[in-house]
């Protein structure tokens, strides 16, 4: 069985430890979310209990094996090529598995972890460079201007929109979208969003899959995961996919949220890319009933705004890449969308504002 033990090159906010009992003294006097997290981490049991996000249901506790836990930490710094005493930021909250897994990468790596506050704008105080970090889209966002100081950056946690991708265009920064949930202990696929590696290669619209990590799909089209190094049972996903290959697929949303909009099928999270070309507010595309449709498309846009709701239909309307049946017929404007913790916006719960 592979131990949680504690490397010799870790460090954490420029402190080194010769043993655990240092650390954990350390943490318990400056981290209060950290201290329990590590307690459990290094206690004689052979899991750890992590809370699922909420973005698509309400939030639960599962059980995660510190086996499966280090697996995905040593995927992780294989797959990125991220050896003993890389520089890693930590700028998401630590109550949540993406959080918990950059402090176990660094501790099972040997990585010089620094950990600040999971704030909208992370680098906003930050002078030093980085070689590994994560961040959700919103962090990204507001990080443009400085995320020149991380050589290497994942985004999970939402969709990166076409506008936010172009603007990566311009950076040296290696970001990579990353596709998991708290069940696969984070990603188990990843797709290059930037920095391509030449002028004529274009991007590619699907994920890869870690090593170790096979993929097909079930009846309703939706991604099933088989990785025996992160779960010992096959995971049956919520996300319809295009299976391109044995280790590639293209996620096109989530089965949940289709919308049966007279007869024909519509996947949000596909329209919701075509859109991002024209709207820099945060927004959402959802169903909501109609007598005669079933199911009405509408657009719920994040803006204090809303005497601009007839010239946005206009050009949403006038878009080309979207198909008549992919028009919203009605926009909504909502001052502030219900987020999660981590950022993710909570769709149903900012529907109930309005209707």
Request: hydrophobic share 40%; aromatic share 10%.
């Amino acid at each position: 069985m592979v131990q949680n033990k504690l490397h010799k090159s870790f460090q954490l906010n420029n402190n080194s430890f010769s043993n655990v009992d240092e650390l954990i003294v350390y943490v318990q006097n400056s981290s209060k979310e950290i201290y329990p997290f590590l307690k459990e981490w290094f206690s004689n049991d052979g899991f750890i209990t992590v809370q699922t996000s909420g973005s698509t249901g309400k939030p639960k506790s599962i059980q995660l094996q510190k086996e499966f836990v280090i697996n995905s930490a040593l995927a992780t710094g294989n797959y990125f090529s991220l050896p003993e005493n890389t520089t890693a930021l930590l700028c998401l909250p630590i109550e949540y598995i993406a959080g918990k897994l950059m402090l176990i990468r660094a501790i099972t790596l040997g990585w010089h972890l620094d950990v600040i506050q999971p704030v909208s704008n992370p680098l906003k105080d930050v002078s030093k460079e980085y070689g590994f970090s994560a961040m959700v889209p919103l962090q990204v966002e507001n990080s443009m201007d400085n995320l020149h100081q991380i050589k290497k950056l994942i985004v999970g946690g939402g969709v990166v929109s076409n506008q936010l991708q172009n603007k990566l265009q311009t950076i040296s920064t290696e970001v990579f979208a990353t596709y998991g949930m708290t069940e696969t202990i984070t990603h188990i696929a990843v797709k290059k969003l930037n920095n391509f590696s030449n002028v004529f290669s274009e991007e590619k619209p699907f994920y890869e899959v870690l090593p170790n990590v096979t993929i097909y799909k079930d009846e309703r089209n939706c991604l099933v995961i088989d990785a025996p190094k992160v779960s010992k049972e096959a995971i049956f996903t919520n996300d319809v996919i295009h299976l391109i290959s044995d280790t590639q697929f293209e996620w096109l949303g989530r089965f949940d949220n289709v919308i049966n909009s007279g007869g024909i099928k519509l996947h949000p999270e596909k329209i919701e890319k075509k859109l991002s070309e024209i709207i820099e507010n945060r927004f959402f595309v959802s169903g909501i009933p109609d007598e005669k449709l079933g199911e009405k498309l509408v657009l719920i846009v994040e803006d204090i705004v809303s005497s601009s709701a007839v010239e946005k239909l206009i050009e949403v309307k006038n878009l080309k890449t979207l198909s008549k049946f992919e028009i919203p017929k009605e926009i909504y404007f909502v001052k502030k969308f219900v987020e999660t913790k981590t950022k993710k916006i909570q769709r149903n719960r900012t529907l109930d504002l309005i209707f």
